[in-house]
């Protein structure tokens, strides 16, 4: 072995550079690998985001249920928290608006003014959990695609290994290993998109769920107040 050889064998990387692989990867397989670290980075801005915002969305929930309850004039409790993001009051603004229309026109049939409350009450609770749930979907699309994704671009890198052994006339292991690695990172980091975006789809949609439930609870509170008031009217 000459002292070339030997340097070489001293220089080369004993462990993997993810970094050197990109570099290195070609040109489809670095977009593909570009591609999934971008969605990885969204995945976990919406997933830090989402906890956020759900965990202010109870506190403030809490703080109006907990004065709606207790505070006499209703109507400066809304006006004062309907302009500011809290589900809790706009479900209650939507009940208390139905049941004012159903007043104004005169109670004639008490039964379906409590349904078109009911109905105002849900349709609410529905539109909020919709709302807070729409960011998700990427979650959902990233954990089903980017494996995909990633194997596409680890198919692609095969490929050129294989076109490189015929280019060169040589099988050799060191011929392809290289390629190969390259490409099954494409792989790697396709995984590394979907399975936080999966746990994190699946944790966050149950935490939806809940405070879509909560919201359900105070809306039937809310429309059993209304209809007491509608019966003593």
Known sequence: MTVLDTLAVAAAPTRLDPIALFLEADIVVQLVILGLVLASVWVWAIIIGFSLRIAG?????????????????????????????????????????EFRRSHRAGLKDTAAARARVAQALEGQVAFEADTMANRLNFLATTGSVAPFVGLFGTVWGIMNSFFQIGLQQNSSLAVVAPGIAEALFATAIGLFAAIPAVIAYNRLSNRVNGFEARLQRFADRVHAQISREMEAA
Do not use: M
Request: cysteine-free; proline content about 2%; glycine content about 2%.
């Open 57 to 97: 969305s109870r506190k403030r929930a809490d703080e109006f249920e907990e004065e709606f309850w207790t505070h006499e004039d209703v109507d400066s409790v809304l006006d004062l928290k309907r302009r500011k993001d809290n589900p809790s009051a706009r479900v209650a603004a939507a009940g208390i608006a």
